[in-house]
């Protein structure tokens, strides 16, 4: 017993109290503002949803469902400006971390003015693929011509929050987002109640509160550049040579995102096909992902940049304590969730939903979720661990591995299980890509990849 204790959570709290302490400052912001984000759709669709029809919330959810997929394609922004990040402060080279942060929020800019240029036959393809009802349709429409103007503020968000984790400054993204959604609410209102507008209201109070956040955003990265020294010539921003280690790393995660979106899409499409009831069990239960996701997100991007500046300054030891100490908090938040599924799953379908046969079938695949924490927590870590390290090539590539090796084959097999063959591909993606990821560390870590012997 007493050996147990010495090896426990606690005892290696207690050993390591400094780096923990790090460990959580940079955890904890980024789990706040991901419980805050999702508030973000949830009053676009409280405000609308009290018009008295619902032909401009069904144009809502399909104008924010477009642009959360077009966005999330490029999240890239946030990861690699992390890892590249974290390296240059590791290596105490202060002019790389200013010149990062510009290449990266230029990065944004550019894709998101691109979006914008290219905006008409992108939604056209959008409203396509959605199929909105004759009635929704106009609407949906209206409500992405506008949004997308917000798209230059989202992915130089994306590229100034990466930014902001790489110096360890979780706080910033933080703040961001709170300002984001803050406004949000108050100009949501504003423009349904107070102007008499609809789903155009609530798109041009997204628009301009995503502004607010990434004009907040840019004043506390000036505050924080002030503490590094070097300047960045205006020659290196206008060279394209000058972003190839950007891009290469880019590219890599881009590649990767696209192969989740097309998990995410695929399994919403084959819940589609199991009728309307599976669907919104499916959806349901997805708000569980969500959680996970949101909790355990904290320690990922803190362990990559943690870890990043420890590769940085090529410190094994310290690179080795952060991935010990960071997955064990990591499984402790898993365990808690187990537990809180466990215990009060029902409770959270039942608040999700007052239609019985959907909780029926919600609480009848609910078994799935309950272990999903301890699934997908592996994951989670390695994927902070390969970011930090900028090792994305590997992350694609296991990626591949395990969408088209492992589930596709493994939704082929098991469709006679009906939706438990579904979750049951999903589960068995989380665990090959722990396995796959977990096998690429102890290579790299064991043949020198990372740290010269």
Known sequence: MKKLFQNSIFSAYRRNIRLNT???????????????????????????????????????????????????????????????????????????????????IIMGLSIGFLLILFREPLINVAIYLMEPSVEVEPWARMYCEIRIFSAPAVLAGYAIVGWFFGIQYSKGALWMLLVINVANMLLDYYAVYGLGMASDGVAWATVISHYLGVALAGLLAWYKLKGFSGSVPLSVLMKWREYVELVQVNRYLFVRTILLLLVMLFFTAQGARQGDSILAANAVLMTFLMIISNALDGFAFSIEALCGEAY??????????????????????????????????????????????????????????????????????????????????????????????????????????????????????????????????????????????
């Open 22 to 104: 790090k460990i959580w400052q940079m955890a904890w912001p980024p789990m706040v503002s991901n419980i805050t984000t999702p508030l973000l759709g949830l009053v676009d669709t409280a405000v609308v949803g009290h018009l008295g029809t619902a032909m401009h919330l069904a144009a809502v959810a399909i104008g924010a469902s477009i642009f959360s997929f077009i966005f999330w394609a490029f999240g890239f922004l946030r990861m690699g400006s992390t890892g590249l990040t974290a390296q240059a402060l590791g290596q105490k080279d202060e002019r790389r971390v200013r010149e990062l942060f510009l290449q990266s």
């Open 312 to 453: 940085g300054r090529k410190d094994k030891k310290l690179f080795s304590k952060i991935v010990k100490l960071s997955t064990y908090w990591a499984l402790f938040a898993s365990g808690l969730l187990v537990m809180i599924f466990w215990l009060f799953g029902p409770f959270i379908i039942n608040l999700l939903t007052n239609v019985e046969s959907v909780r029926n079938e919600a609480n009848l695949y609910l078994i799935w979720l309950i272990f999903f924490p301890l699934l997908g927590v592996w994951s989670y870590m390695l994927d902070g661990i390969f970011i930090g390290t900028t090792s994305v090539k590997q992350m694609q590539n296991t990626m591949v591995v395990c969408v088209i090796g492992v589930f596709f084959p493994v939704w082929f097999m098991s469709q006679g299980l009906g939706n438990h063959g579904l979750w049951l591909s999903q589960a068995a993606l989380f665990t090959a890509r722990g396995l796959t990821l977990y096998w690429c560390y102890q290579k790299n870590m064991k043949n020198g990849v990372w740290f010269k012997e």
